[in-house]
C-alpha cells in the first residue's frame, strides 16, 4: 500500500481515457490498496474538465453527467480530500513565492505539502503538469508523471 497525493491533470486520466489512463487506473483503483490524496480544488476542475470535454464535442451530456457523478462518488467514498481551509491557503502563498507557480498549481502543492504536515505520511505526488512537477520535486517530494515513459509506481 502506497499513500500519493494526485492532481487533476493525473486524475481525470481516471475518467477520460488519454495516455496514461491505463497506468493511473491500475493504482487508484480501491482494489489496489493505495490512499488516494486530493485537494478541494480538484472536485471544481474535474467538473470543469468534463464540461470542457462535452463542450469541445468529445463526450456526449450523457457521458459528462455520468463522470460527473462517478467522480463525486468516488470523492465521497474513495479520495481523502485537503480542504481549502486558512492555514492552506496560507502554504499556497508560500508555495507561489516559493516556487513562481500560478493559483491553481500552487493550491495543488499546497495541498500536497498540507496533506503530509497533517497526516504525518511521507507522499507521491502524481501529476502531468510540466510546470508542478519540477516544483514539487523542489518541495521534496518523489513525483511521478503518467504521461512519462518509465513512471516510477510499475517499478515499485
Avoid: C
Amino acid at each position: 500500500m502506497s499513500d500519493f497525493f494526485v492532481d487533476t491533470s493525473a486524475l481525470a486520466k481516471r475518467y477520460i481515457p488519454e495516455t496514461g489512463s491505463a497506468w493511473v487506473t491500475s493504482w487508484v483503483e480501491p482494489q489496489a490498496g493505495n490512499v488516494i490524496i486530493i485537494s478541494g480544488i480538484t472536485i471544481v476542475e474535474m467538473i470543469s474538465v468534463t464540461a470542457r470535454r462535452e463542450h469541445e464535442g468529445h463526450i456526449s451530456t450523457t457521458d459528462r453527467v455520468r463522470l460527473q457523478n462517478d467522480f463525486l462518488l468516488h470523492v465521497e467514498n474513495e479520495y481523502l480530500v485537503m480542504e481549502l481551509d486558512k492555514d492552506l491557503l496560507g502554504e499556497a502563498r508560500n508555495v507561489i513565492v516559493n516556487y513562481q507557480l500560478r493559483t491553481l498549481d500552487a493550491l495543488q502543492l499546497a495541498s500536497a505539502i498540507s496533506a503530509e504536515k497533517t497526516l504525518g505520511i511521507k507522499l507521491t505526488l502524481i501529476s502531468a503538469d510540466q510546470k508542478l512537477l519540477p516544483a514539487a520535486t523542489s518541495a521534496g517530494f518523489v513525483t511521478d508523471n503518467p504521461e512519462g515513459d518509465y513512471p516510477l509506481i510499475a517499478r515499485i
